[in-house]
């Protein structure tokens, strides 16, 4: 028993390694090819905001936070600011502690720079709710006069309150707060140039600190709409394949999220550029000058497959009138005539394995698209079901069809149960390399499928190592 073992092994050995090996694919969804990633630059409308006087900073907005016009930024005061007493009701407290479990929730310690900025917000939400920094434009501006601050003529510096020894600045106008200063807060589509496009000579100026900062200095900026605008600089190639589009869906690689906006190329200098104008989602890269983005040109997806894969097969095609019923009434097939001299011919049911299914104007029948009416169109049946001048019976009709016409499909081998079985694909798009095939084809492709690398290599039914 050990020997005859023995000698199946040794035979199995020579037979794997003298046949011919085959290569697979996995077949994967998705776009044929890959959306161009390019980096944009962002241009919003946005305010600089100077210091109204001098002194040390207590900030009370984080950053990227959307404060109403007039709702406190930061406080200056002469010293270190000492702690101040403030009373809240019990449901005050309540929403500062719900704001503070979702914070920890949401808590990264690789960002732990998070946690300056959400104290800062939380001492800006202490206040407000305290009400020390509710008050009318006049009682504002009255403040501004008799306080020590100097406000810098022509220069956005906000409302001012007294807090103690603290004077407490609330910002010109709603928006986005953003501590930091690039020199592109006054560019417009209009005044850019090619040198602004250049990543390496950008510079960006931190504006939290805990030293004293004198009158007319920077200390933040506000982003006053949601509107914004990304230009992209584009090849030529890239330029001409989005020329016809009007729109267009953009992809942030930052957080993967996406939105679309509206699309035109413009020139800046000898560089084409893409202007992508938005109308939401600022708030989420207000920090950001330069964001990297992926633009979705590829929108036809499918069943990605190798060029290499496809074959065509040869089918009968049989009128969809002639399909009749199993006697268990589940299996679809032809009846097929054995005899048709004698008076009663002799008739048998032959199941068949249906690949396509077409109307009458030639149109592929689906699940999805097949309708009450079941006159006209074909069957495309494999050649190994029939012969050549078969002759085929109409259920409950005298009506007969001899088979011989034929046409083709196109399809791939699939290899999932260790031979080659043919399947049938719905080409979509294609290009040198690869093609992207309809998902749920009659006897198509799913994902996930192994199929033959090199569709000519083998022949179907083949066992494939």
């Known amino acids: 028993m050990f020997g005859a073992l023995f000698i199946y092994m040794i035979i199995t050995v020579i037979l794997y390694a003298t046949s011919p090996h085959v290569t697979s694919y996995q077949v994967t969804s998705g776009p044929l090819t890959k959306n161009p990633v390019c980096t944009a630059l962002a241009l919003r409308e946005e305010q600089v905001v100077q210091a109204g006087g001098t002194g040390y900073t207590e900030y009370y907005a984080r950053e990227g936070m959307e404060v109403r016009k007039n709702g406190s930024v930061y406080g ?37 720079y998070d946690t300056y900025s959400f104290k800062y917000e939380l001492e800006g939400s202490i206040l407000q709710a305290a009400g020390v920094t509710e008050q009318t434009d006049k009682e504002a501006a009255d403040t501004d006069e008799d306080s020590d601050s100097q406000v810098i003529t022509g220069q956005a510096v906000g409302t001012a309150v007294s807090l103690g020894s603290q004077t407490v600045y609330t910002s010109p106008e709603a928006g986005v707060i953003v501590y930091s200063t690039d020199g592109y807060e006054d560019k417009t589509v209009e005044n850019l140039t090619e ?74 200098g000898d560089q084409k550029v893409a202007q992508i104008q938005l109308q939401n989602g600022m708030v989420r890269y207000a920090s950001d000058r330069f964001l990297e983005i992926e633009l979705v040109v590829n929108t036809q997806s499918g069943l990605k497959i190798p060029v290499s894969s496809i074959v065509t097969k040869e089918f009968y095609l049989i009128p969809r009138d002639f399909l009749a019923k199993g006697d268990n009434s589940e299996g679809e097939g032809f009846i097929r005539e054995l005899d048709s001299n004698s008076d009663s011919p002799v008739t048998e049911f032959v199941e068949a394995v249906i690949y396509k299914e ?59 149960k260790g031979y080659a079985v043919f399947r049938q694909i719905k080409i979509l798009d294609q290009n040198e390399e690869y093609c992207i095939v ?28």
Not at 80 to 101: C, F, I, P, Y
Not at 369 to 375: A, L, N, Q
Not at 383 to 405: A, H, M, R
């Open 358 to 416: 077409t109307d009458a104007d030639g149109n592929e029948i689906t699940s999805e698209s097949e309708t009450e009416d079941d006159s006209g169109g074909y069957c495309y049946v494999d050649k190994e079901t029939f012969q050549d001048g078969d002759i085929l019976k109409k259920q409950d009709s005298t009506e007969t069809f001899e088979v011989g016409e034929v046409d083709y499909l196109e399809g791939v081998y699939c290899m999932n």
């Open 76 to 112: 200056l005061s002469s010293a270190r600011q000492e702690v101040q007493n403030v009373s809240l009701t019990e449901e005050q407290l309540e929403k500062l502690r719900s704001s503070m479990a979702k914070f920890s929730y949401a808590f990264d310690g690789s960002d732990f």
């Open 195 to 268: 040198e602004d496009f250049n990543e390496k000579s950008y510079k960006k100026t931190d504006l939290l600190t805990s030293e004293e900062i004198k009158a007319g200095d920077s200390v933040y900026k506000v982003i006053t709409s949601e509107k914004w605008t990304l230009m992209v600089p584009l090849t030529d190639k890239l330029a001409a394949a989005i020329a016809d589009r009007t729109s267009i869906k953009v992809k942030f690689t930052k957080d993967g999220e996406s939105q679309n906006g509206s699309l035109s190329i413009i020139s800046i």
């Open 438 to 465: 309809a998902q749920g084809t009659s006897y198509g492709l799913q994902p996930f499928d192994y199929i033959v690398l090199d569709g000519e290599s083998v022949k179907e039914e083949e066992i494939l190592y």
